[in-house]
């Protein structure tokens, strides 16, 4: 049912729509626009092959940039970041459609400055102006505009974001890797998208303040670096443009990181062989590496099949997409626990997944309201979720390939918006793809 339909009244501005990042009822900008930038690059790197799910991935993109472009460009100089209270949020267990708890508004400005908040949303409407050039041009031009007045906003007034709002952001979406990284994807998408030599030349002249020549291992709502190293490696593969090279060759230094018996191996894999981040929603990590390997084995490839130097190590491109379809196949079932990650999906998926729509009744099940204390019941219930929320990818298993399906251990049980949109890209691959050998 509808949830939201007043948010941001009371400060006299529409933000009605958008996403709640996983499974509460709070707006977060950062992952948000994340998650939009990545369901973007999937469109764009493998729309082609997403046959009779491409217009679906189209509105799913457009439903979060409907919402952005409000966010952006309502009020001058100001970007509205968040709607809800997470810390009233998260203290009940309720379903969105019955949420009573303060929908404050919080925004970014030039006085309480978010370069990373405002540069990551720069970056989803760049990459989805790419989306609809062709399908409704009008759309894409107007999201490209807005990109590149957000973009301007978080590199005149710097700083970030976990600075000026921070007990309402962190510790939920801190911006750990600071805004250095964002400026830089977020001038890149904007380069991508219009093509406009400025943003080349900001790269070149901010590049090294920014943190080009830094090794980013971890692509994720925090830290860019790895994906702007690849988005920009692009450039140089298919130009040699020289300005690019270095970014070429930090791709490079993070694809070595990830191939085990290469020198520059640095990953840590469990035993059933899923790349290991992190003990909290460690397939998000997953999603964005297989993202990854397979945009980058696709620029190899398209390219005269180039290879990755890894020391005496020559890695392929066809070694990339082995490394990501392990990763595809352990998330949807190939793994020692036979469990699909994937919800729906499978013989054996998890059932108790820390989501509120998906655990408590549903509306046409439960029409009276339940409190934000009520339905605390429902999260300690040892019964399945009521609602099978389909195609959710959860937090995974540990580091011992173990998995609690526990609505308590939110770290291993709870879905979000950007584990998933990097995967669409992934299964869009694979589904044109299929290997040859098993």
Not at 115 to 120: F, G, H, K, L, N
Not at 248 to 265: K, Q, R, V, W
Not at 351 to 359: M, N
Request: glycine share 8%; proline share 4%; charged share 15%.
């Amino acid at each position: 049912g509808d949830s939201g339909l007043s948010d941001g009244s009371s400060y006299h501005v529409d933000l009605v729509g958008g996403y709640y990042d996983a499974g509460d009822n709070v707006k977060f900008g950062l992952p948000m626009a994340f998650t939009t930038t990545l369901l973007a690059w999937s469109v764009i790197e493998f729309g082609s092959s997403m046959q009779d799910q491409l217009e679906n991935a189209r509105a799913a993109i457009r439903w979060s940039t409907d919402y952005l472009l409000k966010a952006a460009t309502t009020t001058p100089d100001t970007l509205y970041v968040q709607v809800g209270e997470p810390n009233m949020d998260h203290r009940c267990w309720e379903r969105a459609e019955d949420m009573d708890t303060p929908r404050n508004v919080y925004k970014v400005s030039a006085t309480n400055p978010g370069s990373d908040v405002a540069a990551e949303t720069a970056a989803a409407l760049a990459a989805s102006s790419i989306v609809f050039r062709d399908s409704d041009p009008s759309y894409s031009s107007k999201l490209l505009q807005a990109a590149i007045k957000v973009f301007n906003f978080a590199d005149r007034y710097r700083g970030s974001y976990s600075d000026s709002l921070n007990s309402v952001v962190c510790p939920f979406y801190c911006s750990y890797s600071g805004y250095h990284d964002e400026l830089l994807w977020g001038a890149s998408w904007i380069y991508k998208a219009s093509g406009i030599n400025t943003y080349i030349q900001y790269i070149q002249s901010n590049g090294h303040i920014l943190g080009a020549d830094d090794d980013g291992y971890t692509f994720s709502w925090d830290d860019k670096r790895p994906g702007t190293k690849i988005l920009l490696s692009k450039e140089f593969l298919e130009e040699s443009s020289e300005e690019f090279q270095l970014y070429e060759a930090h791709a490079d230094n993070y694809i070595c990181s990830l191939m085990s018996g290469t020198p520059g191996f640095q990953a840590q894999y469990t035993r059933g062989g899923l790349l290991y981040k992190g003990s909290e929603s460690n397939l998000q990590y997953v999603t964005s590496t297989s993202f990854l390997l397979l945009t980058y084995a696709k620029y190899l490839n398209t390219n005269g099949g180039n290879v990755v130097r890894c020391g005496t190590s020559a890695v392929t491109g066809e070694n990339l997409v082995t490394l990501a379809k392990a990763q595809v196949d352990y998330i949807l079932g190939n793994n020692p626990t036979k469990m699909s990650y994937m919800v729906g999906f499978g013989e054996r998926y998890p059932k108790h997944i820390h989501h509120r729509g998906s655990s408590l009744p549903s509306i046409h099940a439960h029409t009276q309201h339940i409190s934000c204390n009520d339905g605390f019941q429902f999260f300690h219930s040892a019964s399945p979720n009521p609602n099978i929320l389909v195609g959710a990818i959860v937090g995974g298993p540990d580091n011992n390939d173990n998995f609690s399906d526990d609505r308590h251990n939110y770290q291993q049980s709870e879905p979000a918006t950007y584990i998933n949109a990097p995967f669409v890209g992934a299964l869009a691959y694979f589904s044109a793809n299929p290997p040859t050998t098993y």
